[in-house]
């Protein structure tokens, strides 16, 4: 049996890993904001369903939860950094106190998580940290500057930390979802500050094009956690597990453009060293 500690069970892709794990036999301790999500989890596996209330936004919070959570069960073997949300306006209509507030959550909250479980995970020399980042943690689009430089800032943390902690036993998997079902367009989605008419035809698209696909996304959530369960069961699990097949094919389509660049001004690049 693992045990599992998961943000954001509330909703989307947190929620429908819990209830795969749950499924399953684990016990998984899940955080939200709100009271009535995490009373409607505790009832669905009593004893083995086992919700925490936890605001990442709150400095020591992450820490308190942690700490509560390694006495509710003998280790914690798998945290998975679930919790965040969304923003959609071009970089210049985004406020610097929106972005910070965002950053808090989506990267220092998570951070602060990662920190908080490893000192147990460093001393039995096991454990699992699993981040849900983003397609746009890889693929940036016009609209989402924000949101996304909080993904590449979590991809780069996901990647580095595997390295620091493969020795130690501990293994990391970086989890990059495409368009899902998960409400993330819905009251996940913050709006930038400002509006500037420029925008309109570029920028603003990104906002146009995610409200237009609400609830018609192509991604299944429970499709997506069977397959999370799978990677990270396997003997070698991933460091970076793409889902779905726009996340497979906008990924693909930027590495091909990085390609193009590096061959495009190789040249160049290389101009730069020192003569002897």
């Known amino acids: 049996m693992t045990n599992w500690l998961i943000t954001g ?50 400095p020591g919070a992450p820490a308190t939860v942690v700490a509560e959570a390694e006495t509710m069960v003998e280790r914690i073997d798998r945290l998975v950094n679930n919790a965040g949300y969304g923003m959609v306006g071009a970089i210049e209509e985004t406020g610097l106190d929106q972005a910070r507030a965002l950053f808090d959550v989506n990267l220092f909250g998570a951070m602060a998580m990662i920190q908080a479980v490893l000192p147990a995970m460093r001393a039995r020399r096991a454990g699992h940290i699993v981040n849900i980042t983003s397609l746009s943690g890889f693929a940036p689009w016009w609209g989402t ?6 993904k590449y800032a979590f991809e780069c943390i996901g990647q580095t930390l595997a390295q620091e902690v493969e020795p130690l036993g501990i293994r990391v998997t970086n989890v990059a979802p495409g368009g899902f079902r998960t409400g993330f367009a819905g009251s996940a989605l913050v709006e930038a500050e400002r509006t500037i008419a420029d925008y309109d035809g570029g920028a603003r698209q990104s906002k146009l094009s995610l409200l237009a696909g609400r609830g018609k996304e192509h991604g299944d959530p429970t499709k997506a956690a069977r397959a999370i369960l ?38 160049l690049s290389l101009s730069t060293a020192y003569e002897d």
Do not use: N
Not at 30 to 51: E, K, M, N, V
Not at 145 to 150: D, E, K, W
């Open 230 to 267: 799978t990677a990270l069961d396997d003997p070698k699990p991933p460091l970076h597990l793409f889902l779905g097949e726009d996340a497979l094919r906008h990924a693909r389509e930027h590495f091909e453009m990085l390609e193009g660049q590096l061959q495009r001004w190789e040249q």
């Open 145 to 150: 500057g924000i949101y996304g430089a909080s």
């Open 9 to 58: 069970i509330g909703s989307g892709l947190g929620e429908a890993l819990a209830t795969a794990a749950l499924a399953r036999g684990d016990t998984v301790i899940g955080t939200a904001r709100r009271q009535a999500d995490l009373d409607a989890f505790a009832a669905r596996a009593p004893g083995r369903s086992l919700a925490l209330k936890l605001d990442l936004s709150t």
